[in-house]
């Protein structure tokens, strides 16, 4: 044996892969190391012996049919084949030559065993996951679905794979899904969430994950997970509306609603708020409980008292309590105070609804003295019919008598005096009982109001009031009972100047407003009531006065609104009262 043919010898006994080489006629020329121990067979029972008589098994298996390709068309062939009677996966190369064939081959079972369970494991997974997983081309057409696809859509895996995603996709939804495929189809995952058709024609809400299938550093198609979330959706669209529900109830509601975090800030604020107390929503949002302008001082006691119940988890119902409003009036309300709870039932916030009821109070209240006015008039009616005869006999007995005892004429004079007053309150009860405008004609208020100044300066003079007049240049006449009024402005200046013992400044101005409104307006230094006085004012009998009857304030009060007037009062203790009565130009 030459040397070169030893060192091929020496180079194929060394090489990992079996090798062996056969003649024409199919037997072994040559087998090396490695072939005898993958074959499990000697050397010596192989060479000279033919290949097919020694592996009879093999003349149905690829080796055969590959063997016989390689020598006819003297082609090499690469293949791999399961050796049933060895138990084994073999690779194998197998070049011809003008001799004969030569046979690289190598044990890969455990390499199949492992690719075959790794196929197995994804198998598994694609076939048994949950969730909808399915694979395109790269022109979105189905090429794999598992069961869980067949069931989210109501399609079958032959129906899948004769179309593309695009059928499948609620129409609204089309443009972004194509967008967010192609742009998976481009390399780039992408999570998104859209809307699929079932096959029934219902809609079906869809998470979906797109990845691109990279082979050799080439993306071939896409890998596609897709997870129903209907339910959710559903559920999460419900929630959405009966936010926006709850949203519009606090929006839209008619009182002041305010939404605290269990810290105690401001975290919601109605328009109703805005307009009831004149803050605007930015400048309330994010303050604390006790910063908020709508508390008075007087009342944090009691909002410490609400906050502990309502934390409690106990509700505040209708407290009627005061809140304060930007321009610093005092509104009478209706607290309610309810906590707001979380999914686990734990308080993180309440809810405050503040209704407005001063007018409502006002109403009461008004009509409360209109009862009183109203038994006061039948009252007063009847007394002054009951009184007035007899008071009429006496003054006439009275004066007859006077003519004759000279004697006593001063103690005639005072009887009569006093009748006087008695007739004059009578009066004053008859107006209360019927104060009806009886004669209205066109009056120039200047006049009639110099006319009753003219009359109380004397009074003035002798208590030291000066009584200046700022009266708008011009004759201005309203539609009125002269007599009335005159007794309304008698009534409101006698007022200020006993008001005044120490003498002062009484200023009255009449000015026009808003053409078609007159403003007669008094102001005087005295020494002005209290808010509790101010409030007390106007009920029946109710006076301040050593003497007074307490009907002069309700008689000018009520003749002011026959003549569809208005009548507001200011007052301070030690700075005076001012009284505006507005009455209309046009009848």
């Known amino acids: 044996m030459n040397t070169r043919l030893e060192d091929t010898y020496e180079i194929l006994e060394r090489i990992t892969d079996g090798f062996f080489a056969v003649d024409k006629l199919w037997n072994f020329t040559y087998v090396n190391k490695e072939a005898t121990r993958l074959l499990f067979c000697s050397r010596d029972n192989l060479i000279g012996k033919n290949v097919w008589q020694e592996f009879p098994e093999a003349v149905k298996l690829q080796f055969y049919e590959k063997y016989h390709k390689a020598i006819k068309e003297q082609v090499p062939v690469i293949f791999d084949d399961y050796f049933s009677p060895l138990k084994k996966w073999f690779n194998v190369r197998a070049y011809p030559s003008s001799n004969g064939l030569t046979v690289y081959f190598r044990d890969v079972t455990l390499e199949r065993m492992e690719k075959t369970e790794k196929e197995q494991h994804y198998k598994s997974l694609f076939q048994h996951n949950p969730d909808a997983v399915f694979s395109f081309d790269l022109n979105g057409n189905y090429l794999s679905v598992n069961p869980a696809m067949e069931q989210l859509l109501g399609y079958s895996e032959e129906e899948y794979l004769q179309q593309s995603f695009v059928p499948l996709v609620y129409e609204d939804d089309m443009e972004r899904t194509v967008q967010h495929y192609n742009i998976a189809a481009s390399g780039t995952t992408q999570r998104y ?35 129903d979330i209907t339910s959710r959706k559903k559920s999460d669209e419900a929630l959405t509306a009966k936010t926006q529900q709850l949203e519009s109830f606090i929006e839209n509601n008619g009182d002041a609603i305010l939404i605290f975090s269990i810290q105690g800030n401001v975290i919601q604020v109605n328009k109703a708020f805005e307009d009831t107390f004149g803050w605007a929503k930015q400048e309330i949002l994010d303050l604390k409980l006790y910063q908020l302008p709508i508390i008075p001082s007087e009342a944090f006691d009691e909002v410490r008292k609400f906050e502990a119940e309502v934390k409690n988890g106990h509700h ?14 005092i509104l009478n309300v209706l607290l309610s105070m309810s906590p707001i709870k979380d999914a686990n039932d734990k308080i993180d916030g309440w809810s405050v609804i503040i209704k407005n009821i001063t007018e409502w109070k006002k109403s009461q209240e008004m009509l409360q003295n209109t009862e009183k006015l109203s038994i006061a008039g039948q009252l007063a009616a009847g007394i002054a019919h009951e009184i ?33 007053r008695i007739e004059q309150i009578l009066s004053e009860l008859l107006i209360l009982a019927k104060p009806q405008v009886s004669k209205l004609e066109q009056k120039e208020i200047n006049v009639l109001l110099n006319q009753v100044i003219t009359l109380l300066d004397t009074q003035a003079i002798l208590n030291n009031v000066e009584i200046v007049t700022e009266f708008q240049p011009g004759a201005t006449y309203i539609h009125c009972d002269e007599n009335q009024l005159k007794q309304v402005f008698i009534n ?21 407003v808003n053409h078609d409104k007159l403003n007669v307006h008094f102001k005087d230094e005295g020494v002005g009531m209290s808010k509790e006085t101010l409030s007390k004012l106007g009920r029946p009998f109710y006076t301040t006065k050593d003497k007074g009857t307490g009907l002069g304030y309700m008689i000018s009060k009520k003749i002011i609104e ?18 505006d009565v507005f009455l209309p130009l046009k009848p």
């Open 316 to 329: 505040v119902i209708r407290a009627e309590t005061t809140r304060l409003r930007r321009n610093g009036s």
């Open 562 to 579: 026959n003549h569809f007037g208005e009548l507001y009062i200011i007052s301070e203790p030690l700075k005076g009262t001012t009284i």
């Open 492 to 512: 409101f200046i006698k007022n200020a100047i006993e008001a005044m013992p120490k003498g002062g400044q009484l200023v009255i101005q009449i000015r026009k």
């Open 193 to 227: 969430q859209t809307k699929a058709i079932h096959k029934n024609g219902s809609i079906i809400y869809v998470d979906v994950t797109n990845m691109p299938i990279i082979i050799n550093d080439e993306v071939v198609g896409v890998y596609g997970i897709a997870k």
């Open 388 to 420: 007035r005869n007899p008071i009429t006999a006496i003054k006439g007995f009275i004066q007859l008598i006077n003519l004759n005892i000279d004697d006593y004429k001063e103690y005639f004079s005072i009887m009569s005096s006093e009748i006087q």
